[in-house]
T-cell receptor, first 111, second 116 residues
Framework: DGGITQSPKYLFRKEGQNVTLSCEQNLNHDAMYWYRQDPGQGLRLIYYSQIVNDFQKGDIAEGYSVSREKKESFPLTVTSAQKNPTAFYLC??????????FGPGTRLTVL | AQTVTQSQPEMSVQEAETVTLSCTYDTSESDYYLFWYKQPPSRQMILVIRQEAYKQQNATENRFSVNFQKAAKSFSLKISDSQLGDAAMYFCAYGASGGGADGLTFGKGTHLIIQP
């Protein structure tokens, strides 16, 4: 079955640690995205990538980093510079202007 | 920058009745895309309906339809014959055109409650 997988489902981070969230898709989509969702808020764009080895900052990129070495994979690293990382993180992919398909999300909590 | 506003934090409707969720947006572009996404308690984002701005005809998907008013920058979602499974958060989203897949701008959402 084609789709988007995110792992882990739940992630706990200690203060000062970097953590990496995984996102994999087998839909053969060129574009991939990372969004952050806070309670009572909509989704906000962190980073996006339209092609392998290229990515762009979204609206709230500070404290995050990404890589796009393979078409299928778009991992997100939450660095210690992100002061309030507790949130729900969603990965998505798309072909051009068709709908974005979303993964099931990762819940990150800072201890 | 584009903005999307959903003015109804919460809506409640009786099962089998019709409900309309409001969305307004701000853009200086003439060509763009608008979406309604549903997020049930599982938190999985599901596309409900999509509208291309260059199309005058309102999009329809079964019980879901939109009222797209381009001049007013309004994009409301109508759910007919509401069902218990429609209970969810609903997000309106804007996507810019221009050949690049630059990500979507989302509103803050409307929590839809279905009363049995």
């Amino acid at each position: 079955d084609g789709g988007i997988t995110q792992s882990p489902k739940y992630l706990f981070r200690k203060e000062g640690q970097n953590v990496t969230l995984s996102c994999e898709q087998n839909l053969n989509h060129d574009a991939m995205y990372w969004y952050r969702q806070d309670p009572g808020q909509g989704l906000r764009l962190i980073y996006y990538s339209q092609i392998v080895n290229d990515f762009q900052k979204g609206d709230i990129a500070e404290g995050y980093s990404v890589s796009r070495e393979k078409k299928e994979s778009f991992p997100l690293t939450v660095t210690s510079a992100q002061k309030n990382p507790t949130a729900f993180y969603l990965c998505a992919s798309s072909i051009g202007w068709n709908e974005q398909f979303f993964g099931p999300g990762t819940r990150l909590t800072v201890l | 920058a584009q903005t999307v506003t959903q003015s109804q934090p919460e809506m409640s409707v009786q099962e089998a009745e019709t409900v309309t969720l409001s969305c307004t947006y701000d853009t200086s572009e003439s060509d763009y895309y608008l979406f309604w996404y549903k997020q049930p308690p599982s938190r999985q984002m599901i596309l409900v309906i999509r509208q291309e701005a260059y199309k005058q005809q309102n999009a329809t998907e079964n019980r879901f339809s939109v009222n797209f008013q381009k001049a007013a920058k309004s994009f409301s979602l109508k759910i007919s014959d509401s069902q218990l499974g429609d209970a969810a958060m609903y997000f309106c989203a804007y996507g810019a055109s221009g050949g690049g897949a630059d990500g979507l701008t989302f509103g803050k959402g409307t929590h839809l409650i279905i009363q049995p």
